[in-house]
């Protein structure tokens, strides 16, 4: 019999006592299905020809011999099939005195799933009897939707942070995006759609009912995988019942890995949304300060905030009149998860489908992961043997092998005019694509090759004769973003959200790929593949400053693949030439694209008055259509109060936008007079940190706070991001930091001296003036508090 189904995930279970791989569909619904005839193997290179038969308690079930390529040479291995999974790990160890092992640690379900050159979330066709698989095959792309509901749990917590053993979960809210809800159990004022229960028992059981009774097939939530379920799951187990949060009464597997965790649901993908906005971070495509649910649902979503004081949670609780807002601020988390995971779900499909990698572990992968297993169904494709992760000895060697970084020229700092930017489309991609850089393409040893187009600045060289796995993969992507990019001009809807999220997730692919090649751990490592990247991008930057130069502009500021020119009386149609002139000289897959071109631009000096050279990342400039782009300023980082950051934001526009030196003074005057005054709101004071440590050598004015708010009972451990305030109340900056729910007042010089003027100087210093030039009146005058 055959059907047709959505391919989900593959893993593996004991099945009459032998581990068999397991299939997860969707059809009308998820369903499982076996395939016992596919059994797993490992390679040996061995002069000795190994038996069929039992080592130990172990049975070599066949034995073939195959060729494949072991770094550059093909080689005749032998095959090694056992029974059971399990086997493999004993199995090689003890046929590992014969010769070399290769590819033991090769995850069944992955190992499946690369044989039979499937992809997750697409359609395949399966021949079958009964409930076991007799043939499977991908048959493309489906438009099936999944049951999704997304969780958000509110914790008591008198202490600060909650205590698993002791503080009860008092709401548990979901969404499905269109419908939300929430489980209590005490009164909450009539909250529309919140079901009240007898206790926090009886909500974590009616929690496991409403999964089963809206046939969730994808439970998301947001920090769920360190948070809600392991908390839910701690709760449980302190009550004596059971969590069954899977299909078929089935509780979560929750493992760790260093600072992430992973939570598997039997019959159902656990998504933790936190885990994507992280990898988009990584590859620049979303940038916040923090990655809280509300500042993401703001970037993504936009809306109005909904946050409520962490801390005032479980005196919200307590308080009959505020326990209806606390429900529907729950019920707000949830359903801005539901819609950041909407948002999102396209990219993950992608993702998925791209390295092959199932759903339920892309939201956990870092962008590193998603490279590897690329390559691994590549080489798997082209009969290369996979390389092993390296052991601990070997990484920890490799970690301290620093390499050479890009290439920077630094501004003079100032206030400039008609700027042109370039930036190499994809650099290190295309470096790596055009110069065949791959650790087994690495000085090959043909003579015609020593001397060829592929030699590094470094003195590397690499083969031109044949095509190394990693640049082949990364160039097929090449060719294939440019495909989809075309294709995106014509689509509209649902094909356009498709082919956008297809463009996103193979640029995240290419853009980790260098960074890959230089990480310490990875199975494609190479310290020399990497440093001739690097070397070539600071070649070809100022190769084009160079020809820049030569050609009369003004190189002002070039940093790793970006060069910014200054035009003079020059127009877009010159630039565009000498774009031009520059393409025709570039190898293979290199290319310069002209980003835009800036009316007007500010450069700041570096913190320390001596060096002339201007600030490296530290910006802002606007475009003919008025758009502003800033890196590097206060107002993108955490760590500077809302007020300074405002103000740098209002002083950079007045200068941008209206070219006015007089407004951008008069703003900063402005913003004194009103924190002497005390006009500034609280909120606008706070500063953003996050502990790192556990323990100090220095007492640090966010860890002073802290130790105050610990000596009046509050648990706050390592890791957690807070915010505080400096008031008035002692002698040095930590004496006076305190966390902004005990702050009564603010120091008003702390703000001028150490927020306002440190965030605006700069930038007003490149008009002329000094601090002097600024005459503040009633620095100390009395402060009049927040009302």
Known sequence: MKRRAVLIDVDYVVRRGKGTVRLILKGKRFFKMYDPDFKPYFYIDSEEKI???????????DIQTVKKFVGRKEKELQKITCSDPREVPILSEILGRFGRVYETGIKFGRRYIMDNNLRPMNEVEIEYEGKNVKSVSDVGESKTPLNTLAFDIEVYNPQGVPREDKDEVIIISYSDGKEDG???????????????????????????????????????????SMFDIPYMKARADALGIRFPIGRSGKPPVLRKFGMTAHVKLEGRIHFDAYYSVRIL????????????????????????????????????????????????????????????????????????????????????????????????????????????????????ERHGDQIQGAYVKL?????????????FRSLYPSILT???????????????????????????????????????????LLDRRKTVKAQLKNATGYDASILNARVAAMKIVLNTAYGMLNYARARWYSRESAEAITAWGRYYVQDVVKKAEEAGYTALYADTDSIFLLMGERREKDAIEFMDSINKTLPDTMELELEDIYTRGVFVSKKHEKEAKGAKKKYALINRKGKIKIRGFELVRRDWSKVAKDTQLSVLKAILEEGSKEKAIQIVKDVVR?????????????????????????????????????????????????????????????????????????????????????AVMRIIGELGYTEDDIKFEGRQSSLGGWM
């Open 182 to 224: 929430a489980i209590t159990w005490k009164d909450c004022g009539n909250a529309p759609n919140a079901q009240v229960v007898e206790n926090e028992r009886a909500a974590i059981e009616r929690f496991c009912e409403v999964l089963e009774e809206k046939d969730t097939e994808v439970l998301v939530g947001y920090n769920s």
């Open 281 to 396: 971070a990584a590859a620049q495509a979303l940038k916040l300060q923090r990655h809280t649910l509300e500042e993401v649902y703001r970037e993504m979503i936009g809306g109005e905030p909904w946050k409520v004081d962490s801390l005032a949670i479980f005196q919200m609780w307590d308080d009959h009149t505020r326990r209806k807002a606390l429900v529907e601020y729950a019920m707000k988390d949830s359903h801005a998860t539901a819609e950041i995971f909407e948002r999102l779900m396209p990219l993950q499909i992608e993702l998925s489908r791209l390295t092959r990698l199932p759903l339920s572990q892309i939201s956990g992968a870092t962008t590193g992961q998603l490279v590897e297993a690329l390559l691994m169904n590549e080489a798997v494709k082209e009969g290369i043997i996979i390389p092993p992760k390296p052991g601990e000895t070997l990484a920890g």
């Open 51 to 61: 038996d069929k038969g039992k080592y130990g308690n172990i049975e070599i079930v």
């Open 674 to 758: 009103k924190i002497n005054d005390g006009e500034i709101d609280k909120k606008d004071l706070v500063i953003y940190t996050q502990l790192r440590k556990s323990e100090y050598v220095n007492i640090s004015p966010e860890l002073a706070a802290v130790e105050k708010a610990r000596k009046r009972g509050m648990n706050i451990g390592t890791g957690a991001i807070i915010g505080y305030i400096v008031t008035r109340n002692g002698k040095s900056i930590s004496e006076r930091a305190e966390l902004e729910e005990f702050a009564k007042d603010y120091d008003p010089s702390y703000y001028i001296d150490h927020q306002i003027l440190p």
């Open 411 to 423: 501004p003079n700092p100032g206030i400039y005019e008609n700027i042109a930017v370039f930036d």
């Open 434 to 476: 055009s110069h065949n850089v791959d650790p087994e393409t690495l000085n090959c040893g043909h003579e015609e090759c020593k001397n060829g187009k592929n030699v590094s600045p470094l003195g590397h060289y690499f083969c031109m004769k044949k095509p190394g796995l990693v640049p082949s993969t990364m160039r097929s």
